[in-house]
């Protein structure tokens, strides 16, 4: 008996699934489990995904109904009915995704840039990873199948094509280039009445009701109210607990302030009081080591040995805010603290940089002082930790000296020679 074209077509592809279009966790419950009478090339494409032909909005419609009929003749409560209600489920699912993908094919050429809400959104062509990706508007999935969405170039902002022109969220980097700092005050709550019960990003209504739709979440970091679609329970340390009591423990934050956060945690922002350095002993020692940086900067940037081999970008040019100030801090500084690692890589700096300075490089070393007190031949640096330098004329001698004499040589010498002067 002759078969046509498409009924061959459709018992290869029974004999040679596609791999690719089989799901990670049929290959434990697949239809390998049913009978093998149970399946033939008219319900393949209910049974398995079939090919690539079949994944029409048609096809896949077809499926559907097709599958409703098997769920309503199979065996109540048998392992075939469970099965095929799954393969229900998933039928639909692929039916939504091959909608919004024959909607978005009928759209209109999109735009290669669009600039939002201080946004600069680019189309993406592909799915960033093979994980689910959502719309940080909606809340919806970016279905794989789809082929482009819009994702901000700056802060990572992903959405929908159709989303476009409903988003509410500022950019980070638009906020962040306005204030210039973080938030300095620990969850500056103003109560819900005052956001006149809605959200602080969209303004949908919100209440107080425990896990319901309209369910109001507090952000730690800004202190507002948001509902579930702008505030998603994502956890981030606050700048303003770490700079007031050291707490570097998550809190929930919006997705607003997350994207804030994360986007600036290396960027130095962060002033801490003085009052906190002599209370964090990590802390108060790291703080000399970058005074100490600072001065062997001063040897190593104005070094021709080093400035030929790149020595001076190799050691200098990490963090550089460590070295050319010691007094702010980046997010990425104050964590690495806390965890033990800023101090290591500091201390490997130091070490190297003093090396060069002492031991290494003989231009370096003939730029140390001799103390004038002491009369002693022993060069010393103004990084060493036993010498004192003048706040006046920065001149370098030993802590000891000083404090027998309370004064400084050179400021002497100056102050002599003005006396004279004036005579």
């Not at 940080?136 to 794989?144: A, K, P, R, S, V």
């Not at 679609?229 to 570097?248: E, G, K, Q, T, Y």
């Not at 400035?307 to 970008?313: A, D, Q, T």
């Given at each position: 008996m002759d078969m046509t074209e498409e009924e061959i077509e459709k018992q290869e592809c029974v004999r040679s699934p596609s791999l690719s279009s089989v799901s990670g966790d049929e290959e434990s419950d697949s239809s390998a489990h049913l009978s093998t009478t149970f399946i033939d090339a008219h319900n393949y494409i209910t049974l398995k995904e079939g090919c690539q032909f079949a994944f029409t909005t048609e096809e896949l419609t077809e499926a559907l109904e097709r599958c409703k009929t098997l769920v309503m003749t199979s065996e109540e409560c048998s392992d075939e009915r469970k099965w095929l209600v799954r393969r229900l489920v998933e039928l639909r699912h692929r039916l939504a995704q091959a909608k919004e993908n024959e909607l978005i094919k009928n759209q209109p050429e999109q735009e290669e840039v669009q600039v939002r809400l201080g946004h600069n959104f680019v189309v993406?062509?592909?799915p960033a990873s093979a994980t689910s990706l959502y719309c940080?508007?909606?809340?919806?999935?970016?279905?794989?199948v789809v082929s482009y969405y819009y994702r901000c170039i700056d802060c990572s902002y992903r959405i929908h094509i159709k989303c476009l022109h409903f988003i509410t969220r500022v950019c980070p980097i638009l906020i962040i280039s306005e204030q210039g700092s973080y938030e300095t005050k620990i969850c500056p709550e103003v109560g819900l009445d005052r956001q006149d019960y809605k959200c602080f990003e969209c303004e949908n209504p919100i209440n107080f009701v425990q896990r319901g739709n309209n369910e109001a979440r507090k952000c730690d970091y800004s202190g507002r109210y948001f509902?579930?679609?702008?505030?998603?329970?994502?956890?981030?340390?606050?700048?303003?607990?770490?700079?007031?009591?050291?707490?570097?423990?998550?809190?929930?934050?919006?997705?607003?302030a997350y994207q804030l956060i994360k986007m600036t945690k290396e960027r130095p922002l962060i002033i801490l009081d003085n009052s906190l350095y002599p209370l964090i002993e990590e802390l108060n020692k790291i703080k000399k080591m970058r005074e100490q940086l600072g001065h062997m900067k001063l040897y190593i940037s104005t070094c021709r040995s080093s400035?030929?081999?790149?020595?001076?970008?190799r050691e200098l040019e990490w963090r550089r805010h460590l070295v050319h100030n010691t007094d702010i801090f980046s997010l990425d500084d104050l964590n690495d603290l806390h965890n033990g690692q800023l101090r290591m890589k500091i201390e490997s700096i130091h070490s190297k940089l003093k090396k060069h300075i002492k031991e290494d490089c003989e231009v370096c070393k003939g730029r140390g002082f001799f103390c004038e007190y002491c009369k002693s031949t022993e060069v010393i640096f103004p990084f060493d930790n036993s010498v004192y330098i003048c706040p006046k004329c920065e001149y370098v001698q030993h802590k000891h000296c000083w404090m027998t004499r309370n004064a400084c040589p050179k400021c002497v010498r100056k102050e002599s020679k003005t006396d004279k002067a004036d005579e």
């Open positions: 993406n062509y592909q940080d508007h909606c809340c919806g999935t970016i279905w794989n509902c579930k679609s702008c505030h998603w329970n994502s956890l981030s340390v606050i700048p303003a607990r770490i700079m007031h009591n050291w707490d570097f423990e998550p809190k929930p934050v919006s997705q607003a400035l030929e081999s790149g020595f001076h970008k």
